[in-house]
Structure formats: structure tokens, C-alpha cells
């Protein structure tokens, strides 16, 4: 690495797409106030115009919690006035070309000023529309590039995927590219642009038929879903990323290319200070429903590793990587982000903590009264959950359903209350069963390298620690990430 990160960030115009996104909000607010003197940054984001973009940009992102700490260290004047110098919000929209900008002239200073491209933008929904999946993670990641492609001083098009485009399989999973087509599945070849008619073709058909616009979104869901197990991933989430990545890789040209595949992303670790999250992200749903005391049992193997990395530690090596290829011609390179080889954390160890927390410092509810949780009970295969469900809830609930319509004012909360509570474990199964159960490992070699490269540039003052092995999760978890969900996502 010729240069360390603060250096290379001096004087650069970078493009940074789904700003309004949580990881994307974290990188923006770690370039501004460690290196104040970057040059430029163009914001996509989605908006009618100008005024709707900056409008966005102040609510969302510079006037959140996330920023307390350039406020007080700046102040709230001298920090809008970074703001204005150095961030040009744009309205657009990757999954259109030329990314939606319709300013032709704001085109074209992008085009002749922009030295770096990350690509955060993405739906990450694991069920998402099969028509919005493929416009922003597949066709949208190809836009990208497209535009990159134009970028006169273009140095590097850093495209940020995920880490389980590697589907459901067992073992250690390499950093290696996809190839144009390949399936997981062995047995059925992908066709991307197949992919794009089927669905332009379905979303036609039942747009001339009398459904309304749920059962339509509800087709494309599923219609996602099925295509993305035909081809043998679990959801269309993966799927559309994975194709995202073939594309990219395919039409690259000469054009550095770094793909960052980030694990479960959680809450920054240390920067701009410890435990800021914003949403519900993986693992948090589960936390939040076992807090609240609605997850009673869950689909689990105790042993399972949950490859967990707190976001700051994505920025960081997000930055290393473009610090240690922009320039470098004609390259793809692979980056595993996450902890799974290093410092891996088991569900079994998640469940142990959520629990002490919980039992320490129970939840509150509506009523005043602590949420007192039991440790539940954890099932490792779906067999065994599917019988429990049937035999611990289901039969008692028909019988409770059968009173409430003999005798509707005896027990409708109750059967109302453990008709929620079941369908939300069901849900979360049905939406993270891939998950619970991966027995994948993600091999970290080309990570583990940038950071001894780091190491010996002596970048050693913790700005850009990506270092798993830094993390102790019984500590990270009790005292940062869950009171972190507490306080930003909860607001208790």
C-alpha cells in the first residue's frame, strides 16, 4: 500500500451510491472526519430533484445521531459548512441509465471529475420483488459500472455484494469471482438475460389481468423466490446479487474492479463511538423478538457459526481495499469481510448472551411492566421444529380458536396474542432458515493480507482496524451492540 488510507482519501472525488443506506451513512461520515480535505463526494440518491436530494441528505444523513461526533467536534455551523463544500446530493436512481441523473450537465462534471466508484446501493430484502431485485442488484450493479466506464480519471469501481451469493452449501468458501452463468444448483444453466424476460414477461401478464397491486407484488415475490431455488440459491436477495457480480466481472474492461462481500453486518464497533445501528439488520429481528419475549423456541443449531462484523470494520477495509488497488489496471479482486475464520461466534454463545442481558436488563412493555424472558428453547433441525410448533402451539391454538368462536369474549386476546407470537417465529424460520443452519466458513486470505500490508505501512493507530480477532463478542455484544439496538432502533 503506497500510501495510507488518510492520504489516499486527500484530494479524491469519489461516488458513492445508497447514501441514505446504514453502511453507506458510516463511510461518509468516516471520510469526513478523517480526512476533511477529500476532495468531492457525489451522493446518489433517490429523489424527484435537487432540492428533494438535499433535503434527503439533511434528514437522513448529516442531521442524524451518527454525526454527534463531527457536531461537537466542529460544530453545527462549521459542520454545514463541510457539508455544502464538499457533498453534492444527486438525484437518481441506479437501476436507470447514466444512474438516473437526468442533469446533463451535472453528468458530465461527474463524468470528468470522478476518480473513485463504490456502489452500495442495493435492496437487501430477502424476499424482494423479483422486477426490483434484478433492476438494483443485478442490472443496477451493471449501470454502475457502465457509468464508471465513462469517469475520464476512473480509478477503481469498488461494487460492495455479500458474502452468501455463496448459497446454502457446507465448507469453506474461497474469495474467487463468479463466472458468467454458473448455477449453484450443478444441474441448470443461468441465463441473466432469460432471468430479465421471464420476469418483464410475468409482470406484464398480470398487469393485464384484474389483480390488484398486493397479489402483483406478491407473484414477483414468489416469482424471485422460485427462480432463485431453481438456480439453487435460497433467496432472491443472493440471487440477484450473485448475478450482479457476474455481470460486473464479465463487462469490466480495464476497469480496477474490488468486490467487497461483507458477512451479517451489525453495529459499529468504535466509530464514530460504539453500538450505532440504525434498523433491524440479520440477527437483530431474532434479539428484538427474544427481548420482547415472543420467541418462546427457534430454529437454531447452538453450534452454528454467525459470521458477524461490526460496520465500522466494513468501511475500514472498504477504504484499504481502494487505497491498495485504485490504479491498478485490468484487476478483480475478492474481498471476504467478516469474522467466521478468525474469530468465529457461535449462535449457541448469541443466545447465551441475549439471555443474560435480557435477564439484567429486561425490556419494557406498553403497560410499564419488565418483559421477563425465559431462555427458550433451541431446535437444530426443521423436523424437530416443525413438531414442537404442532404440538407445543398449533393444536392448543385450533382448540383456543374453537372456544373463541363458541365463546368470543372468553378467550380472543389470548388466541389473538399466540396466533402473533407463532406467526413471527415462522416468519423469521422461513426468512433465516439458510442461515441458522449454514455450516459455511468464509476463508478471509486476500482480507488477512491487506491487512499485514497495513501493518506494514505501521497504519497502526486503530482508524482502520478490520481485524476480527480485535473483537471479544461476549463483551461486544452485552455492552455495545444490544444496548446500541436499545437506544437507536428501539429508542427505550
Known sequence: MESNCV?????????????PGFLAKVLVEKILRLQPNVKKMYLLLRAADTKAAMQRLRSEVVEINLFKVLRNDLGEENLNDLVREKIVPVPGDISIHNLGVKDSDLLQRMCSEIDIIINIAATTNFDERYDIGLGINTFGALNVLNFAKKCVKGQLLLHVSTAYVCGENSGLFLEKPFTMGQTLSGDTKLDINLEFELMKQKLKELQHQDFSEQEISQSMKDLGMARAKVHGWPNTYVFTKAMGEMLVGKYRENLPLVIVRPTMITSTLAEPFPGWIEGLRTIDSVI???????????????????????ADMVVNAMIATATAHSGETGIQTIYHVGSSFQNPVTFGQLHETAARYFTKKPLVARNGSPIIVTKGTLLSTMGQFSLYITLRYKLPLLILRLMNIIYPWSQGDKYNDDSRKIKLAMR?????QPYLLFKGIFDDLNTERLRRRRQSIKELDGSFEFDPKSINWDDYMENTHIPGLITHVLKQ
Open 288 to 310: 428484538v423478538a427474544y427481548g420482547k419475549g415472543r420467541l418462546k423456541c427457534f430454529l437454531a443449531d447452538p453450534n452454528t457459526v454467525f459470521d458477524l462484523i461490526p
Open 7 to 19: 492520504q489516499f482519501l486527500g484530494n479524491k472525488t469519489i461516488l458513492i451510491t445508497g447514501a
Open 428 to 432: 423469521l424460520v422461513d426468512l433465516y
